[in-house]
């Protein structure tokens, strides 16, 4: 599975929009683009996933660029619970075992 | 949320000891895995089961044993403990390899002294 890469740390205000940058320049073209957070000391959450168009739900939005070596999560109106570290992962669906890899992550902090 | 419950939440055990983590499911998914998240690590797995009694090894899962005689059980067995095994343990399960999402317990913190 493809590496990815996280700035290691965001600051975002109450109510404003949280966007939050993945570099995946090594994506091959099976690979799907996750996103997972975690709450301190729950367990992850899945947020989010995309192959090659923009997709939403009602957690948030997720663009991922025309060569696909970068995504961006989107949180439109961040809330003081989004505070958590968020994941970008790139993976193949399918894979034996299906397994998550989990790198450093962005740790997002929302604030008053 | 999906119904994955883990005991014991916390345990302190000594080096040499064996320990089972329980992973209980109320949503009757096929597949569940156990990883281990460490700092500087993220998330490891260790092992997972795509059925009852069919498991397979992950990225880590030398000194673990796991078993699966229920849809709903996946215990995770430390044979005999070492510190290098103190970590936060998370079970996770998904309906099946298609499923885009992984639904993940509360998490076990294991500390072997």
């Known amino acids: 599975d493809a590496k990815t890469t996280q700035p290691p740390s965001m600051d975002c205000a109450e109510g404003r929009a949280a966007n939050l940058p993945c570099n995946h320049s090594?994506?091959?073209?099976?690979?799907?683009v996750y996103w997972y957070r975690q709450i301190h000391s729950q367990g992850p959450q899945y947020i989010i996933h995309?192959?090659?168009n923009n997709e939403t739900n009602e957690m948030a939005s997720l663009i991922i660029t025309e060569d696909r070596k970068s995504s961006t999560l989107i949180l439109p109106h961040a809330t003081l619970r989004d505070t958590a570290v968020y994941y970008c992962?790139?993976?193949?669906?399918?894979?034996?075992?299906?397994?998550?890899?989990f790198g450093g992550g962005t740790r997002l902090m929302v604030k008053p | 949320d999906a119904g994955i419950t883990q005991s014991p939440r916390h345990k302190v055990t000594e080096t040499g000891t064996p320990v089972t983590l329980r992973c209980h499911q109320t949503e009757n998914h096929r597949y569940m895995y156990w990883y281990r998240q460490d700092p500087g690590h993220g998330l490891r797995l260790i092992h997972y089961?795509?059925?009852?009694?069919?498991?397979d090894k992950g990225e880590v899962s030398d000194g673990y044993s796991v078993s699966r005689s229920k849809t709903e059980d996946f215990l995770l067995t430390l044979e005999s403990a070492t510190s290098s095994q103190t970590s936060v343990y998370f079970c996770?399960?998904?309906?099946?390899?298609?499923?885009?999402?992984?639904?993940f317990g509360p998490g076990t913190r294991l500390t072997v002294t």
């Open positions: 992962i790139v993976r193949v669906l399918n894979n034996a075992g299906n397994m998550l890899t």
């Open positions: 090594t994506i091959s073209g099976n690979e799907y």
């Open positions: 995309g192959l090659k």
């Open positions: 089961s795509y059925g009852v009694k069919d498991t």
């Open positions: 996770a399960i998904s309906e099946d390899l298609s499923s885009y999402e992984q639904y």
